[in-house]
DNA sequence: TTCGCTGCAAAGGTTTTGCATCGGA
DNA sequence: TCCGATGCAAAACCTTTGCAGCGAA
């Protein structure tokens, strides 16, 4: 059973738990984060998180992210950002994208018609394609690794 | 009932439809994008569009891109490039991404297993996430707007 | 005290833009 | 001929990196 901690000494818990320094930048970027309804960009964060610690660093944010993310904490909401990719199949279809090389390989629509089965999104945002990524390791990425 | 032109004249058929001029960068950019089957960054792109035209500059490939982009011809395969976002929601939720102003908010799982209906992935392929991308026009983009 | 973290500045990668010139219609 | 497209170079934008000094443990 977890503790019932306030929240300073939850965060010293959380960085403890992962083998990180619990500095006040890192707790700064964190609470922010956890905080927000959106998914900010590393350049949105840094305007919030100076309001607490105004000397902070837009370099610190990218590292902090970095570091959030390969413990596990949070994802990156933008997949396969990166260079544009340019796809001319104009047909309904969907992506298995490679995690690695950030290859796409397009898979037929099959039938899956998933504006059908997101039939009851928030009324107000109105929808007008429903792309499925498939994200994994693509078969000359196997074979490459280690 | 479409004629039955060869290669080059439908290409200039296809610039005439849309008001653009069929220059042969263009139609070189065009080829070699048709004959692809991944979908290649600019840079790519750049390399296999000089093997026919040496001189050509990765200036132009991007405009090239845009302009077939904006005609409706092609897509962008890459959702949302541009910065990262942050997604510090580790329940498994699918997004509604605004296409004007890149907003992205989360909606619940909802019960729907997207692995389970794309059961029958190339097995080659190891798929570890599905994400639903819902695109559109956010509310506030739809006021905004015009 | 030690080692990891921060801040700064520079560099790297991607994309856009301004402008003179070229070429398609 | 005319206007739009290209090529070049510079700038803008996003992200990473190297390193000296700082601060958490």
Redesign the pocket.
């Known amino acids: 059973m977890t503790p019932n901690l306030d929240s300073l000494s939850a965060f010293?818990h959380l960085?403890?738990q992962h083998?990180?320094?619990?500095?006040?930048?890192?707790q700064a970027?964190y609470e922010c984060v956890m905080e927000s309804n959106d998914h900010p960009?590393?350049?949105l964060l840094h305007e919030r998180v100076r309001r607490r610690?105004p000397?902070?660093?837009?370099?610190?944010?990218?590292?902090?992210?970095?570091?959030f993310m390969r413990i596990g904490l949070w994802k990156e909401a933008?997949l396969h950002?990166?260079?544009?990719r340019v796809d001319p199949n104009l047909r309904p279809h969907h992506h298995l994208v490679c995690r690695m090389c950030g290859s796409m390989t397009d898979i037929s629509h099959s039938g899956v018609d998933l504006l059908r089965i997101f039939g009851k999104l928030p009324r107000r945002f109105r929808a007008d394609t429903v792309v499925a990524e498939i994200l994994g390791t693509c078969v000359d990425c196997q074979i490459r690794r280690r």
């Open positions: 010293r960085c403890r083998g990180i320094a619990a500095t006040h930048q890192r970027v960009t590393p350049e610690i000397m902070i660093s837009l370099a610190t944010i990218y590292k902090c992210v970095h570091t933008s950002h990166g260079p544009v």
